[in-house]
T-cell receptor, first 116, second 112 residues
Framework: GAVVSQHPSRVICKSGTSVKIECRSL??????MFWYRQFPKQSLMLMAT?????????EQGVEKDKFLINHASLTLSTLTVTSAHPEDSSFYIC????????????FGNGTRLTVT | GQQLNQSPQSMFIQEGEDVSMNCTSS?????WLWYKQDPGEGPVLLIA?????ELTSNGRLTAQFGITRKDSFLNISASIPSDVGIYFC????????????FGEGTQLTVNP
């Protein structure tokens, strides 16, 4: 079945540094990928929609200069948290949809970001 | 915007009991999805429903797509300890069919 790989699974960084998270579709081409953020004991909150070869679409309230998204190929999307601060600490999860967008989304295993 | 109301928020049950949870919305959806999330991991798809009135099973799990297309439920029969986790309903909307909206989740605890 469809597999989405997310890396790293955990990262600790110092305040002010940038962190890049990768999301790969391993056995299918993903024209669209989605980035979610999840706080403890809460649901997933969509941050942005990443389309291969075009600019990402950000949800209201999500700073595009803070959360840089690049979807340079059909199998890879990256999320870079720039100038991270402790309030950016969270669980970030990506998901991917195949061509046509009608197949159910499959999710990566998430990245636990801790900013000290 | 579109919102999914999921209930109950949490459940504490004994092993062997059946579980039922549901999601409702004021909006109509053409697809309902149910996911399970274990601690520290991403959600895993359990069941996908594509047709109003559809009843689909996956092992001990059964989910139904409400006839009004505004609701769905998930049943787990004969629960076991590994059923512990958070269960989310989700439905795609927006201009991209895969842009998912999630329910608030149901935290399930199974006591052995």
């Amino acid at each position: 079945g469809a597999v989405v790989s997310q890396h790293p699974s955990r990262v600790i960084c110092k305040s002010g540094t940038s962190v890049k998270i990768e999301c790969r579709s391993l056995d299918f081409q993903a024209t669209t990928m989605f980035w979610y953020r999840q706080f403890p004991k809460q649901s997933l909150m969509l941050m942005a929609t990443s389309n291969e070869g075009s600019k990402a679409t950000y949800e209201q309230g999500v700073e595009k200069d803070k959360f840089l998204i690049n979807h340079a190929s059909l199998t890879l999307s990256t999320l870079t948290v720039t100038s991270a601060h402790p309030e950016d600490s969270s669980f970030y999860i990506c998901s991917a949809a195949g061509p046509g967008g009608n197949s159910p989304l499959h999710f990566g295993n998430g990245t636990r970001l801790t900013v000290t | 915007g579109q919102q999914l109301n999921q209930s109950p928020q949490s459940m504490f049950i004994q092993e062997g009991e059946d579980v039922s949870m549901n999601c409702t919305s004021s909006s109509i959806f053409n697809t309902w999805l149910w996911y399970k999330q274990d601690p520290g991991e991403g959600p895993v798809l359990l069941i996908a429903l594509y047709k109003a009135g559809e009843l689909t099973s996956n092992g001990r799990l059964t989910a139904q797509f409400g006839i009004t297309r505004k609701d769905s439920f998930l049943n787990i029969s004969a629960s076991i300890p590994s059923d512990v986790g958070i269960y989310f309903c989700a439905a795609p909307g927006g201009t991209s069919g895969s842009r998912l909206t999630f329910g608030e989740g149901t935290q399930l605890t199974v006591n052995p």
